[in-house]
């Protein structure tokens, strides 16, 4: 189901790890950031916006992770478009015969069988450096960071007052860091963060990639909680955080151990590991 959060912007909310799709009303159809899941809500979707007598012209995806590249034929074949570096990056891992079985591996096995992969990150990167995204519609702002992944997008629908955070400003993950492939993976996402707070005062909505949509005041409390969180890290402290621990939310322990996991690597990186 769709649910408006602002004028011409609705979200969809996907049943794994509480994922949210962004649609924005346009001239002539619409734009649709970070599709969804499974293939029963992207077909859902697909019946949303065709009785509201929308059609997809143009998708974006915030980041090259699978949850975040998926499509269905039912949204059509308008052009799907991410930064540069996200394309690159998910060509790349996507370049071999072998790529969509190893992406399969990556999925709780509940639901593995029903994520459609055949149009998987097939997008087209836009020029380095381009400052809105390609579409005839409400200015949408691309600020480009790597704090979670390679070429990560956050989204600014102008004259909105919507951000859309991507796999950032979570209200029930923490800050996951790009460990795998990041000089500075802190550093990467202390910078990021000051990048939204440059914005916030522009925002009257947060959506984020996972989790539950905000307000200006809860824009501003989520980058203050993910810096705190961060740089507890850096300190090799404990975080306090509610997300993890016993204080997490029932059903999203695992969170703690993408934690834990996160602190160990921290640690082996420090030792020269």
């Not at 602190?263 to 590991?273: H, K, P, S, Y």
């Amino acid at each position: 189901m769709l649910r408006q959060v602002a004028e011409d912007v609705l979200v969809h909310r996907s049943g794994f790890c509480r994922s949210n799709a962004v649609v924005v009303r346009g001239r002539a159809g619409v734009l649709l950031i970070d599709a969804g899941v499974t293939g029963a809500e992207l077909g859902c979707l697909a019946t949303d916006l065709g009785e509201l007598g929308q059609t997809v012209v143009a998708g974006f995806s915030t980041h090259p992770h699978w949850d975040h590249l998926l499509w269905h034929a039912r949204l059509g074949t308008a052009p799907r478009y991410g930064t540069a570096r996200c394309a690159d990056t998910a060509r790349d891992r996507l370049s071999d015969p072998g790529a969509r079985a190893r992406v399969a591996t990556m999925m709780p096995a509940d639901i593995a069988d029903q994520v459609p992969l055949e149009l998987l990150g097939d997008i087209t990167g836009v020029p380095a450096g381009t400052a809105r995204v390609p579409w005839d519609g409400p200015p949408v702002r691309i600020i480009e960071h790597r704090a979670h992944a390679p070429g990560h997008a956050a989204l600014v629908i102008e004259d909105r007052g919507v951000l859309v955070a991507g796999d950032m400003l979570s209200d029930v993950l923490t800050p996951m860091l790009d460990l795998a492939g990041a000089a500075d993976p802190i550093e990467d996402y202390l910078a990021a963060l000051r990048l939204l707070e440059d914005v916030a005062g522009d925002v009257e909505v947060l959506v984020p990639g996972h989790g539950s949509v905000g307000g200006a005041a809860e824009l501003r409390a989520r980058i203050e909680r993910d810096r705190a969180y961060v740089l507890a890290l850096r300190a090799g402290r404990d975080p306090g955080d509610p997300r993890v621990g016993p204080s997490a939310e029932p059903g999203w322990e695992w969170v703690s151990e993408v934690h834990e996991g996160q602190v160990r690597r921290l640690a082996e990186r420090a030792a020269g590991g």
